[in-house]
């Protein structure tokens, strides 16, 4: 009992810890990009008005105010229910209710489910009907709130209802090396997900309506034949039914791969400067950044199952957290709450080389015609100031949450590569 409460304290205090951490990261970004002298500098570097400065640091100010109470009521509500037994109670719940293990495992996630969805929904209708609308970007109706909502329901039920129950089953059939065929089962389900999804998936949310012919279909598609990209289709995608903010991205695996448009960016970019984007967006396929992160999420994945098995009997994990013993969803709860928390040191060396692509696919994209720099730098630019992106980040706050290098960065770059 001493060392379940120890590991209770020391999971706490290391919550609170990485709480503490990103909002002192959170606070010296703001400070950063409130500050004059880099306001200035960055007006300058960029040729931005002064106006559209400010729509993006008032942007910026209502999501860092909106982060921080959703995070510490967050974080307040989830210690609270461990530390008070929720888990434990909720085990009690499914063992009154079931027999089998595995419907007693569906039944624990369930309820989990269903709390955390209770929790998160007003946050985000919030984030949707107060922060995003105020400042220009939510499209969206409450009814086509509600639809969408009712929609992920379903399908992340469906989703994470069949990888539970494939690999519940197997945690308590499959004996000692349970965990490869659970790394093997879940990688196949990941696969045919992935594959399903531009066909099936994707267009439960969105409409999809192929590019009409034209000067810009003619381009995306030489540039695909120029690169040997097997595109499946170019497809403009109804963005704009929920948000004005605009990407460009393309998706799948195999031969079922699609170029996807936001309807955003055909009314915020020209032609060219859309072709640029998708030049970059394809030299993340040509350059084989796509395989190697798949590669990797395999080598993580088998990792992650093996650890987990190798903390299957610590019973003083799972008394820690209210569970009466070693269970399978306990197993799996217990090992998620701790993985989150080392997850956010393995999230910045992530981020770190997902930077080192994004610079790659850059100079790729710059390659790939006399003009495609300045339309790529250009429509960087005008992507930022659409979407009220802070073009001015603290360098310890982009080491650790961005996935993207800094528009200054970028454009610094990308002006390098032209001149040589």
Not at 31 to 59: C, H
Not at 302 to 309: A, H, M, Q
Not at 374 to 392: E, G, M
Request: proline share 3%.
């Amino acid at each position: 009992m001493e060392n379940s409460r120890l590991i209770l304290i020391i999971f706490v205090c290391t919550k609170i810890l990485i709480y503490l951490i990103e909002r002192f990261l959170g606070h010296i970004n703001r400070k950063y990009y409130l500050n004059q002298d880099n306001q200035e500098k960055a007006l300058k570097t960029l040729s931005i008005p002064r106006s559209e400065l400010d729509k993006s640091l008032s942007y910026a100010k209502d999501k860092y105010i909106f982060s921080y109470y959703s995070n510490i009521v967050g974080l307040t509500l989830l210690l609270a229910f461990i530390i008070l037994g929720g888990l434990g109670y909720c085990e009690s719940l499914v063992e009154s209710w079931f027999d089998s293990l595995l419907f007693q495992g569906l039944g624990f996630f369930a309820i989990i489910g269903i709390l955390s969805f209770i929790i998160e929904l007003p946050f985000s209708y919030y984030e949707t009907f107060v922060v995003e609308q105020k400042h220009g970007f939510n499209t969206q109706t409450p009814k086509g709130f509600w639809i969408d909502t009712i929609k992920g329901l379903v399908v992340s039920t469906i989703l994470m209802g069949l990888i539970l129950v494939v690999v519940l089953s197997i945690m308590d059939r499959a004996g000692t090396y349970w965990w490869i065929w659970g790394f093997i089962a879940v990688t196949m389900i990941s696969l045919i997900t992935t594959w399903l999804y531009p066909v099936l998936l994707a267009p439960i949310f969105n409409k999809f309506t192929p590019l009409d012919d034209g000067s810009l279909k003619t381009s995306i598609l030489e540039l695909a034949s120029k690169i040997n990209f097997p595109t499946d289709g170019i497809f403009v995608m109804d963005a704009s039914k929920r948000s004005t903010h605009g990407n460009a991205y393309f998706t799948g695996i195999f031969k079922k791969k699609r170029i996807v448009l936001f309807d955003t960016i055909l009314k915020d970019l020209t032609d060219d400067q859309i072709v640029a984007v998708l030049g970059h967006e394809l030299g993340h396929f040509k350059l084989h950044h796509v395989r190697k992160n798949l590669i990797k999420s395999f080598i993580i994945s088998f990792i992650t199952f093996y650890l987990i098995s190798l903390t299957v009997n610590f019973r003083d994990f799972y008394l820690a957290f209210g569970f009466s013993g070693t269970s399978s969803y306990a197993t799996l709860t217990v090992f998620g709450l701790w993985f989150s928390m080392v997850n956010f040191l393995l999230v910045p060396v992530a981020n770190w080389f997902s930077r080192r692509d994004e610079f790659k696919a850059d100079s790729f994209a710059c390659e790939c015609g006399p003009d495609f720099s300045s339309n790529l730098s250009q429509a960087l630019l005008k992507l930022t100031t659409t979407n009220k992106s802070v073009p001015i980040v603290h360098p310890w706050y982009s080491f650790v949450y961005f996935s993207h290098p800094q528009l200054i960065e970028r454009l610094s770059k990308i002006k390098e590569h032209s001149s040589k």
